[in-house]
């Protein structure tokens, strides 16, 4: 018969929830098989697993810690790593339960009962629209289990657990019936499954003692997701931001944001630190309202419907590449391609390219702007989610980026590569930008969905790599200047002469000038004659014309190159990335040329 067990201190629950853990890593591919509520994306077990990840370590960082202390650091690492609905709700349980044990040095079973009825509450109160039948039902019912027992006179914190523990398996079978999507599709709530993995491996070591071994793959495996399931109907992109201050208004916080359209609202934290998620399709709305009520130490924006996406991808290769790359819209949504945003800056205001701030709303600021704007390559963490995102899903990642001679980006997603799944993730250096880049980009999206492997991929853009030439029109050198792209006597020389100069990339990925255009009148048709000068008359050729605030002018380019050469497959006009305009100002054109040689379908 096993020993009992009168109380809980430090050094054991660190141990038990260590076990956890380690269980939940090992059913994380099971989690996300029967995830679909609230949004059947297939990743509620892989948010727990970086959520409870960053507990883990929260916990191996410093032993000896006293039982506040590990709660307390527990709670916040929870928070920091929190990711998707059921990772915010299980850091505000965890929240409950320091702030509820705050006095204790060793948890009894009465008071194991108490802070576990604390947490549940805690994770009831970050649910703006709270759900029956999902993770906080199941938390709930375990927790007053454990509540009836104790009152009932059961010391044995062994025993408390087991019958504790009996309850939460019936709690989780009955979100079946709880919720229609749940029934509909046969299974149990995904969140609350989670939960129940992490209370067997903590019973599974109380019963043997044995601490089962960790695993990263649960970090970085790939899943190759079958199940068909329906896109996101309400809104667009889950988004998330931790904000931190000295006394949040979580309570103006929560009022701010239900009052938005947006569904899946989650609030998790305390004065101190707080994690919101929310599905929207204005994620710049969240971002502004939670600016005012602390200061954003995270954020992003995932696209949901793109995630769903991943589901039917043509082909076993991701194409990724940045917000520098100018690319049409649709053709974005055709071929399925990532493009992670480059960070823009107004004085210590940031935002993320082309998602939470529009290029017509970058150049109404800019106009008012006391600073000159600064654009930041991307963190890590959002390359890292991206390749974690597309790799779970069975895919290899070719990510093609701007020019290592302009930004840290390319450092930045090869860095991450290397420590996410060096094997399946590649990093491209397009040595080009803007259009060049935007129709590298779109040259690997067909090669990929044609059946190109990713290695044939790369080898051919290395090849070709050449052919992707983007030629800009600079009317007002001084904004390069300002942006540390342009060197001051280059600006000085072209207003004395009051010449245009004409950027392209050099083979090495810098930019240069190539040419010049006199005058400040016909510069859109000199440019044309120009562009039309450096294309073959007998090659088809792929065009992407960009333009900072300039859209009449980019439309008459356009049409004086198809008058001029004909044999197009395609000229599409974009809105150049804001953080092209940072650097190049408003009224700049871009232009990017390719010969057009479509990639051959490939077969198994």
Known sequence: MSRAISHVDAARLEQALLAGIANVFRHRDQINAINVFPVADSDTGTNLVFTLASVRKAIESQPGRSLPELLHCIADAALDGARGNSGAIMAQYFQGVSESSAGYQVLDSRRLATVSAAGARSAWSAMSEPVPGTLPTVLEDFADELGRLATDGV????????????????????????????????????????????????????????????????????????????????????????????????????????????????????????????????????????????????????????????????????????????????????????????????GEEEFLDKLTMTPAEFYARLSDAAEHPQTSQPPPADFRRQFELLTSHGLEVLAIQLSGRLSGTLQAAVQTAERVDAENIEVFDSRNAACGQGLMVLWAAEAAARGWERVAIRARLAETRQQFRTFALARDLSWGVRGGRIKPWMEKLARRLRLNPILTASPEGELVARGAIAGRSRTVEKFSRYLLRRMDGERTYRIIISHTDAEADARRLRELILAGHPQVDACWVVEASPAVGAHAGPGTLLAGLHVWNPPERRHD
């Not at 944001?257 to 998790?268: N, Q, R």
């Open 155 to 346: 010391d044995d914190v062994r025993e408390l657990f087991r019958r504790g523990l009996e309850r939460a398996r019936q709690s989780l079978a009955g979100t079946t019936e709880q919720l229609a999507a749940l029934r509909d599709a046969g299974v149990v709530d995904a969140g609350a499954q989670g939960f129940v993995d992490l209370l067997e491996g903590i019973w599974q070591y109380m019963r043997s003692g044995r601490m089962p071994k960790f695993s990263t793959e649960a970090l970085f495996s790939r899943t190759a997701n079958t199940a068909e399931q329906p896109a996101p109907e309400a809104h667009r992109f889950c988004t998330e931001c931790l904000i931190a201050g000295e006394r949040l208004d979580i309570a103006a916080l929560r009022q701010q944001l239900e009052a938005l359209d947006a569904s899946s609202l989650v609030v998790a934290g305390s004065e101190r630190r707080a994690r919101v998620h929310i599905h929207t399709d204005s994620p710049g709305e969240v971002f502004q309202i939670c600016g005012n009520i602390g200061e954003i130490q995270q954020q992003k924006a995932d696209d949901m419907t793109r995630q769903h996406g991943l589901m039917n991808h043509p082909g076993s290769v991701a194409i990724v590449t940045d917000s520098a790359a100018d690319l049409p819209a649709e053709e974005i949504e055709r071929l399925g391609i990532h493009v992670v945003p480059v960070r823009l800056n107004f």
